[in-house]
């Protein structure tokens, strides 16, 4: 336990509220030991790279454009396959079951979204606007994939910034997955809040966020009566918008991590309007400033989860929040954590909100 007013080493296993079987292990004194950690990225702010097959000019070395925002000759947001699938529908073979051995055609849809036309322009250094038609546009490919092929059960958005997070090119860009199964962790997600909701009669992210908003402790040693910890409200609140809130989990798997979520209960994000995505936006941006503030050029792994488009899920709309989680990549996972599924988080997650909350702003975007 830890007293915010005399500050010590955390060490505890902390449950995450949704998703009961993950946990996290807060462990501050290991920050002290030596270890290597990921560099900062090495970000290219040229505007312009002739090589690179992002950048405006370079169509040709493309796939033709599935949609350009707004329109071929000026793009700003431009949407492509990618050469290089994880999933496909080239090619359609047969589902096979071999005893227990069983496998499922890799069918799907993988494409890249280029997030702008400007080759190393960062996600915070993009205006508000830009950032609310980047998930519109998102929204509505997202819609047109599901409407093209009942086959698809969940399409999934996911942004890889740096090497370490996964991105093989420098140029900002993020993808879409089509996929005929839904992910573990988003089915779980799914299934353990449409649980809560069916023994509370009340959604577990909009309960979460009411804790952020409005819940306070302070819990007391019964012995001596020293504080042993206190809950501020608003502790692990990040950044706030009209419709949206930026918060630090309290079960954070990463060191830096931030979730986004409406802050009216929205099971779809289909379903977010454009005035939505406007906070939406200024809410992931500034929460992007407050990161590159603390961290420098940080590399990163952004993931949005949707409710599924599959019928058993259906009926989880009232129980299920849709939210954008962004996973900074400070450390290289250890051979305990691969081997265990137990995240180790090394800052603890209120002196890591703490940080980011403090950051001035100068921008009034």
Known sequence: MS???????VREIRINPVVPSESVLVATARSMRPKRREDLGVREHEDYVATCPFCRGN?????????VYPGPADWRIRIVENLYPVLGDDRQ???????????????????????????????????????????????KRMRELYQSNPRLRYVLVFKNSGAAAGASLSHTHS?????????????AEVEHSLSYYRKHHHCIFCALIDEA??????????????????????QYVIERGTRFLAVKPFASRYEWEIQILPLAHQGDFLDASGDDLRDFARVLRRS????????????????????????????SRPSYHWHLEICPRTTIPSGFELGS?????????????????????????
């Open 3 to 9: 007293d915010d007013t005399n500050p010590k080493a």
């Open 59 to 67: 169509e040709h070395l493309t796939p033709p454009a599935i949609d």
């Open 93 to 139: 073979e047969r589902n096979l079951s071999l005893g227990l051995q069983q496998t499922i055609d890799g069918y799907g849809r993988h494409e890249v979204i280029i997030d702008h036309n400007r080759h190393g322009i960062a996600l915070y250094e993009m205006e508000a606007s830009h950032i609310a038609d980047l998930f519109s546009a998102y929204q």
């Open 175 to 187: 993808q879409i997955i089509g996929m005929p199964v839904v992910p573990y962790n988003v089915q």
């Open 213 to 234: 908003l409005t819940f306070e402790a302070t819990i007391y040693d019964r012995t001596s009566g020293a504080v042993q910890r206190r809950i501020h409200v608003g």
């Open 288 to 315: 992007m400033a407050r990161l590159s503030a603390v961290l420098g050029e940080v590399q990163y792994n952004y993931f949005l989860h949707a409710l599924p488009h599959a019928p058993e899920t259906e009926e």
């Open 341 to 365: 599924g137990l995240f180790v988080n090394t800052v603890s997650p209120e002196d890591a909100a703490r940080q980011l909350r403090e950051v001035v702003l100068t921008d009034p975007d």
